[in-house]
């Protein structure tokens, strides 16, 4: 088995939350993402929408969880359906999920094949008053295509159209934005095998070495270990390709004299971790690679320092500004009399330093979160300044993973070398 069985004590409590935020006498309806296409008969992997994992673990299409917390019925009130199997599936496809292993793998009761889900939906929907539907309301996404849950918006509405609709995003995002500690304790387990990966990297690296090869050392750790792979995809950029924020080419020569920016990581069990480092490719920091280098480890602390209960986003972000500020006068990269005259919007420092420091983390890398909410204990982010010089072909980022604690930050990739010295060292260790 890839990954340790997850307890169905997890998932029930999650339900358990979700169904104290809803209105008196509604129905939740959320089903699972399709399997996409590519081309002729081609299709991608399978990956279950975020929301219905968190409730059910269940890690397989043609799935619908329906919530009724006020039926009459106590065997009304929570229905799984899932795709029925059969010999010729398991021949095909591999074997799916029987109830019995539906049953037991999620703490769900009932469970139903996903073929009577019509008849059962038109025979309860007469009974609520309020249908809870699922919608991406994620700030940053970019919907293009139809999901299953999209379509079935559209089918629901269309045949039942006097309910009220509410939105289910809202109050998942409540529930997802606090980490359970089965949620830390699965982030650490991508985060150490990221480590693994890290580590393997800095005796391998060297001139000559290409960005792919890099990405397939990764890989090949990072499977070996349990995970399924990359949590997103992976940016390792070289020389120039550093300051390109989103490079996925990954198809360079790493050059001497050059570094090497690597934003990748692994995922386990569907949780993502995230780390970024940046390292010289023969293995020896120049001196002004040192330098930019540790006003980056300065701004990374921090902002450590500042992500704390109570504070917000905007006002955070603001804070590392300031910091960002400071290190980049010191670099040389202005002056103090220009960093003063500089407006509000602070062009100067965004023209080195010009994404956001920190985001939540979880299921999804920039995991789902209700707008402007502060900072508070269990939340988990990442910490990723970064200083780009296009001028001088050098990006430098460093990230890590933490859990927001009472009285300090918990970091989940406190192992991983970050101090210039132990790259270095590592690096240059039997060469």
């Known amino acids: 088995m890839r990954y340790e069985p997850i307890?169905?004590?997890?998932?029930?409590?999650?339900?358990?939350?979700?169904?104290?935020?809803?209105?008196?006498?509604?129905?939740?309806?959320?089903?699972?993402?399709?399997?996409?296409?590519?081309?002729?008969?081609?299709?991608?992997?399978?990956?279950?929408?975020s929301d219905l994992f968190y409730l059910t673990g269940v890690d397989q299409e043609d799935t619908t969880l329906v919530l009724m917390p006020d039926a009459v019925d106590p065997n009304e009130r929570e229905i799984l359906f899932v795709k029925e199997t059969s010999?010729?599936?398991?021949?095909?496809e591999g074997e799916k999920l029987n109830k019995e292993q539906a049953r037991a793998a999620t703490g769900v009761e009932r469970i139903e094949w996903s073929g009577s889900f019509d008849g059962f939906l038109h025979r309860m929907v007469p009974q609520v008053e309020h249908i809870?539907?699922?919608?991406?309301?994620?700030?940053?996404?970019?919907?293009?295509v139809e999901t299953a849950n999209a379509r079935f918006i559209k089918d629901c509405q269309s045949r039942y159209p006097l309910h009220r609709y509410e939105r289910l995003?809202?109050?998942?995002?409540?529930?997802?934005?606090t980490k359970d500690q089965e949620e830390v304790k699965q982030l650490q387990r991508a985060c150490d095998i990221t480590e693994a990966g890290f580590r393997r990297l800095l005796g391998f690296i060297k001139p000559g070495v290409g960005e792919w090869e890099i990405e397939a050392e990764l890989l090949h750790e990072f499977v070996r270990r349990g995970s399924r792979g990359f949590a997103y995809a992976p940016i390792i950029g070289t020389g120039k390709n550093a300051c390109v924020l989103h490079y996925v080419e990954n198809d360079k020569i790493c050059q001497d004299g050059d570094m090497v920016l690597m934003d990748v990581a692994a995922e386990y069990a569907g949780w993502a971790s995230d780390l970024t480092r940046t390292v010289p490719v023969n293995g020896r920091f120049t001196k002004r690679q040192r330098d930019v280098y540790d006003s980056v480890l300065r701004?990374?602390?921090?902002?450590?320092?500042?992500?704390?209960?109570?504070?917000?986003?905007?006002?955070?972000?603001?804070?590392?500004?300031?910091?960002?500020e400071r290190e980049l006068v010191h670099l040389g990269l202005f002056s103090a009399k220009e960093a003063a005259a500089q407006g509000p919007d602070k062009a100067l420092v965004k023209k080195y330093f010009m994404h956001g420091t920190s985001h939540h983390?979880?299921?999804?890398?920039?995991?789902?979160?209700?707008?402007h909410e502060p900072f508070a204990e269990g939340m988990v982010f990442t910490i990723e300044p970064g200083i780009y010089i296009r001028g001088e072909n050098m990006g430098i980022r460093l990230e890590n993973d933490v859990v927001i604690g009472k009285d300090g930050n918990f970091d989940l990739m406190r192992n991983i070398p970050i101090e210039a010295e132990e790259i270095e060292e590592l690096m240059n260790a039997g060469r």
Not at 87 to 92: P, Y
Not at 169 to 177: D, G
Not at 361 to 371: A, I, S
Request: positive net charge; aromatic residues 8%; hydrophobic residues 45%.
């Open 7 to 49: 307890s169905p004590a997890f998932f029930i409590r999650n339900r358990e939350n979700l169904r104290g935020l809803l209105k008196p006498n509604s129905m939740v309806i959320l089903r699972a993402n399709d399997i996409y296409p590519t081309n002729a008969d081609g299709t991608m992997a399978f990956k279950q929408n």
């Open 87 to 92: 010999e010729l599936i398991a021949i095909w």
């Open 132 to 144: 809870y539907l699922a919608t991406n309301e994620h700030l940053r996404a970019s919907v293009v």
């Open 169 to 177: 995003a809202p109050l998942l995002h409540r529930l997802r934005i």
């Open 299 to 324: 701004v990374f602390h921090g902002a450590n320092g500042i992500l704390r209960p109570g504070n917000t986003p905007m006002e955070y972000q603001k804070q590392v500004i300031e910091l960002m």
């Open 361 to 371: 983390l979880g299921l999804d890398v920039h995991d789902v979160c209700p707008p």
